[in-house]
């Protein structure tokens, strides 16, 4: 079955820097486009950024473009997020989505990992 | 530019039905939309995929219960014969050129 684990959320100070990691597994990884959405605490659902199945193309939320970069390890069936320059409004739940097959929806979701940003 | 509007709130008896309503922006009204389900402090789980003619395709498991519709720039989800547990969250999702867009989502209360 369809499983993804995100990890690396944790409590961080503004400005500095934190990776998510995505682990999936149950499905072909490479033939995907993957997604990160996060949720602030008592808030909705925020779609952060996407990548395509072979890595070339991604897209990123206004709220995150030159500061989030999204990446993927094919050989590792692993999907990354880099976060620099942490605001306190990035406080958030970050989930890893699978990409619905001809849709750019999400059709598989992880548990989520939060990330807190505070002094 | 690219919006869903979603009602923040709605509720229904037990075994009743429900519609909730999801509205895309001007000009948009061929998207098709996705509706996930977010019970309470759990992820998110996808319902369907709802295309403008109202055809749709269901995630893995997701009950008979559940169906949508479509009309011009509006995208439903019902739920029939509700249970305590469909008493979450529902948002609905689309996408355009480089960019995803989620509703503000709708609170459903089971009475």
């Known amino acids: 079955q369809v499983q993804l684990v995100e990890s690396g959320g944790g409590v961080v100070q503004p400005g500095r820097s934190l990776r998510l990691s995505c682990a999936a597994s149950?499905?072909?990884?490479?033939?995907?486009?993957m997604h990160w959405v996060r949720q602030a605490p008592g808030r909705g659902l925020e779609w952060v950024a996407l990548?395509?199945?072979?890595?070339?193309?991604?897209y990123y939320a206004d709220s995150v473009r030159g500061r989030f970069t999204i990446s993927r390890d094919n050989s590792r069936n692993t999907l990354s997020l880099q976060l620099n320059g942490l605001r306190p409004e990035d406080t958030a739940m970050f989930y890893c989505t699978r990409g619905l097959r001809g849709a750019t929806v999400s059709d598989y979701w992880g548990q989520g990992t939060l990330v807190t940003v505070s002094s | 530019q690219l919006v869903v509007t979603q009602s923040p709130s709605a509720s229904a008896s037990l075994g009743a039905s429900v519609k909730l309503t999801c509205t895309l922006s001007?000009?948009?009204?061929?998207?098709?939309v996705a509706w996930h389900q977010q019970q309470p402090q759990k992820g998110p789980r996808f319902l369907m995929l709802?295309?403008?003619?109202?055809?749709?395709i269901k995630g893995d498991g997701i009950p008979d219960r559940f169906s949508g519709s479509s009309s011009g720039a509006e995208r439903y989800l019902t739920i029939s014969s509700l249970q305590s547990d469909d008493e979450a969250d529902y948002y609905c999702?689309?996408?355009?050129?480089?960019?995803?867009?989620f509703g503000g989502g709708t609170t459903l209360t089971v009475l």
């Open positions: 709802l295309n403008s003619d109202g055809s749709h």
């Open positions: 149950g499905f072909s990884f490479s033939s995907y486009t």
């Open positions: 001007s000009g948009h009204n061929s998207h098709a």
């Open positions: 999702q689309t996408w355009g050129t480089a960019i995803v867009v």
């Open positions: 990548i395509s199945f072979d890595g070339d193309i991604k």
